[in-house]
């Protein structure tokens, strides 16, 4: 299991160049992130080197964070393998709040990033089929 970072933060100018600035100053790499916003505001979640470090140094510079588990679900890099990893999600009748790609530095594989309800149940689930979770 994972510790997502989801930062709140304005929609304006310069404000993703602040917060990499932040990680950058504090020694934290992202490993992986996605970026959703509105008019006014967004939403950047990021599964980053040291999460509490980074949720800690983001809040005192005045951005809202908050840390949420999440699965790294490792995939084989070849054609369908997301595919068979949402059939497995479909067949145990897991809805999938939302996911995003990663990779595995060590391995060179593909991470899913995934946010579910029951993530030890889904965990376990997913291993029991074989996938190689994080």
Do not use: W
Not at 32 to 47: K, L
Not at 93 to 101: A, T
Not at 120 to 134: P, T, Y
Request: contains cysteine; aromatic residues 6%; proline residues 1%.
């Amino acid at each position: 299991m994972l510790k997502q970072l989801s930062i709140f933060a304005e929609n304006v100018k310069g404000a993703m160049h602040k917060m990499t600035q932040i990680l950058q100053e504090n020694d934290i790499n992202i490993l992986g992130s996605v970026t959703n916003d509105s008019a006014e505001y967004g939403i950047v979640r990021m599964v980053v080197s040291d999460p509490d470090k980074a949720g800690k140094a983001l809040t005192e510079a005045g951005f809202l964070c908050k840390l949420t588990d999440v699965l790294g679900i490792e995939v084989k890099d070849e054609v369908g393998n997301l595919n068979n990893l949402l059939q497995s999600f479909l067949d145990s009748n897991v809805n999938i709040d939302y996911l995003y790609l990663s990779f595995n530095r060590d391995t060179g594989r593909p991470i899913m990033i995934l946010h579910v309800e029951d993530i030890l149940e889904v965990e376990a689930c997913l291993k029991s089929k074989g996938f190689i979770s994080l």
